[in-house]
């Protein structure tokens, strides 16, 4: 079997730092906050009133009135930035590339905010009928289908849902296709859009959102923060990308996935260790070569912990030296699609040489010891990054990107 | 009514420790019963259902709350407080 190198040739965003890449990143480089107020219908009734959410977003500028009846929020972002990534690559799918290419995006909930609509039409309204399309419109690959057919996608398609690494465990695999030649381009993220009263009321259940901020890593933290968006990639073999003269943004190196075969929502240090170093180890890094990790980095007291466990575990003496940061702090959570926008920040580092800080840190805590690039960007050119996501269900995916 | 709410309090512990009550005393911390973060989060939320009460809890900073969990004791102080307050 022929190994392929696989190259990001296209990139789009959709969240509550921007409604493009470059809006995302310049918000990174400077720190800012995409967290406030929630705006939605029956905030008052929730104990949690924050999140990241998308804000002045029209969908009626973008999309006409049978593509909504059609595109939950979820749907609607996966399409705003797959269209800027895949006009950024410049590819046009048709013939052999075209069967030859496919869509793997991430998600958890899906269709969150059509369910809340419906259920809430026949349960506390009452009413008996619900309109035609709430099934195409709330179905987890409803995004991924739609991609297909914008783009004209015809080899793989589908959508991976592994909670809070959906987007991670999306690109890895669309990153294998690749790699073993099965397909030479893909369109792979994820995107997630549970900022609706009963996807707030659901995590406020389990008691470990904050009400105040995200503050990852800092002795003061007190929760994760809940965001939604979109980010989506033009993943390409490159010797494909390179034959056409395409602008390549970081190479995919390598990928591990791995299961704590543990605990349903209590983090493992050993499960994301063995993630974090299969990663390297897939890729041929050596651990000195790592240069800045984008954490998983939730605010909660036990992922930010284990993180850091897991880290030194794996980096030995090389952690002291690593920088690491949450940008969860700036766009919140956004669950299955968090993997995906937070890669914009590795591509930031690798391409720009800037490194996205972890914001409203406030105090150390001795058992996140390491250099989490307080509250400031930081300029420090790295060669190699990591991208962690550890989910709910200890199923952890890591991937690793170089520059090229 | 008094010793209605402890018992009720201690019937839900139980239940989560999966002990009969008589083997759950006041004394104890809810780690002694074997009670973990994800019990702790149920038995909190059966309490509120029980007794029409919101309780503080964040399970990140579980010491730092008005809510005093160390103890079976210590919870049932609490809810008492919170049960008061509401009227």
Partial sequence: MTVKRVVITGA????????????????????????????IRDVDRLSVQIGGQVRDY????????????????????????????????????????????????????????????????????????????????????????????????KGPSFTVATACASSNHAMGLAFHMIRSGMCSAMITGGSESMLCFGGVKAWEGLRVMSKDACRPFSATRNGMVQGEGAGVFVFE??????????????????????????????????????????????????????????????????????????????????????????????????????????????????????????????????????????????DAKVDVVLSNAFAFGGLNAVLALKRV | MTIDIDDRIIAIIAEQAMLTPVDVSREHTLADLGIDSLGLVESIFAIEEAFDISIPFNANEPTTGDFDISSVDSIITAVKALIAARK
């Fill in chain 1, 12 to 39: 789009g965003t959709i969240n509550a730092l921007g409604h493009d890449v470059a809006t995302t990143l310049e918000a990174m480089r400077e720190g800012r906050c995409g967290i406030g107020p929630l705006d």
């Fill in chain 1, 58 to 153: 029209d969908e009626h500028a973008h999309f006409n009135r049978q593509q909504i009846s059609l595109y939950d929020r979820f749907t609607q972002f996966t399409l705003l930035a797959a269209k800027q990534a895949v006009d950024q690559s410049g590819l046009v799918f048709a013939g052999e590339l075209a069967a030859k290419s496919g869509v793997i995006l991430g998600t958890a909930g899906g269709g969150v905010q059509t369910w809340d609509e419906n259920y809430r039409a026949v349960y506390e309204e009452g009413k008996n009928r619900v309109h035609p399309f709430v099934v195409p419109k709330l179905m987890n690959n409803a995004a991924a289908s739609h991609v297909s057919m914008d783009w004209n996608l």
């Fill in chain 1, 237 to 378: 073999d490159y010797e494909h990308a390179r034959a056409r003269g395409a602008e390549i943004l970081a190479e995919v190196a390598g990928f591990a996935m791995t299961s704590d075969a543990a605990d349903i929502v209590m983090p493992s240090k050993q499960g994301a260790a063995r993630a974090i170093t299969g990663a390297m180890k897939d890729g041929g890094i050596a651990r000195d070569a790592v240069g800045y990790i984008n954490a998983h980095g939730t605010g909660t007291a036990a992922n930010d912990k284990t993180e850091c466990a897991a880290v030194a575990d794996a980096f030995g003496a090389h952690a002291d030296r690593l920088m690491i940061s949450s940008t969860k702090s700036m766009h919140g959570h956004l669950i299955g699609g968090t993997g995906a926008v937070e890669l914009l920040a590795c591509i930031m580092a690798l391409r720009d040489g800037v490194i996205a800080p972890t914001i409203g840190y406030e105090e150390p805590d001795p058992e996140c010891a390491l250099d989490v690039v307080p509250n400031v960007a930081r």
